[in-house]
């Protein structure tokens, strides 16, 4: 069976740093992009970032552009996300979701994890 | 980074077809056949009913279509059941290498 399980979520104060995991498995892992979507509380879904199968291409939205970095360990079949100066702004439910080929917006985000959340606060 | 605009909600009785417009540009959803369309219930994780415009992962019910005119896409849903009932979100590849959601259609079964 397919599953990404999400990890690493919680509080933070303004200004601090969290690291996410996400753990795969049931599928090969490098032949497939990953990503980190987030939803703010009551709020619509937000692409975060992205990261090719290989893990040498990363790619970012503007909101988080240096200050999230995303990696992935192929031998441990996990995805990493890096959050650095953290804002209120950031809270949210952080999902990590599957990318369907090896480039990250070919075939839809097929797979994806049940959360982790994230709270930003003093 | 604006996001893709969708209507705030829509509503169907039971048996009847709704459709779900999501509008953007030529820079991503009339620029790119990468469009996808994600159900998700209250409380739970996004899932892919729609992916590449009209295509459609296996598993999901054929009630589920996918269609776009020029710069919109939508989502048709024909035969609405009650278990339809959540929100849905559209999503597009946007020329600079993102993604980009719209910002999600509550879906009423009356």
């Known amino acids: 069976e397919v599953q990404l399980l999400e990890s690493g979520g919680g509080l933070a104060q303004p200004g601090g740093s969290l690291r996410l995991s996400c753990a795969a498995s049931?599928?090969?892992?490098?032949?497939?992009?990953m990503n980190w979507v987030r939803q703010a509380p009551g709020k619509g879904l937000e692409w975060v970032s992205a990261l090719s199968g290989s893990g040498d291409t990363t790619y970012y939205a503007d909101s988080v552009k240096g200050r999230f970095t995303i990696s992935r360990d192929n031998s441990k079949n996990t995805l990493y996300l890096q959050m650095n100066s953290l804002r209120a702004e950031d809270s949210a439910v952080y999902y990590c979701?599957?990318?369907?080929?090896?480039?990250?917006?070919?075939?839809?985000?097929?797979?994806w994890g049940h959360g982790t959340t994230v709270t930003v606060s003093s | 980074q604006s996001a893709l605009t969708q209507p705030a909600s829509e509503s169907g009785s039971p048996g009847q077809s709704i459709t779900i417009s999501c509008t953007g540009t030529n820079s991503d959803v009339g620029g790119y056949n990468y469009v996808s369309w994600y159900q998700q219930h209250s409380g739970k994780a996004p899932k892919l009913m729609i992916f590449?415009?009209?295509s459609r992962p296996s598993g999901v019910s054929n009630r589920f279509s996918g269609s776009r005119s020029g710069n919109t896409a939508s989502l048709t849903i024909s035969g609405l059941q009650a278990e339809d009932e959540a929100s849905y979100y559209c999503s597009s590849y946007r020329s600079g290498n993102t993604l980009i959601f719209g910002g999600g259609t509550r879906l009423t079964v009356l």
């Open positions: 590449d415009v009209t």
């Open positions: 979701a599957k990318s369907g080929s090896y480039h990250f917006y070919y075939f839809g985000l097929d797979v």
């Open positions: 049931g599928f090969t892992f490098t032949n497939y992009a």
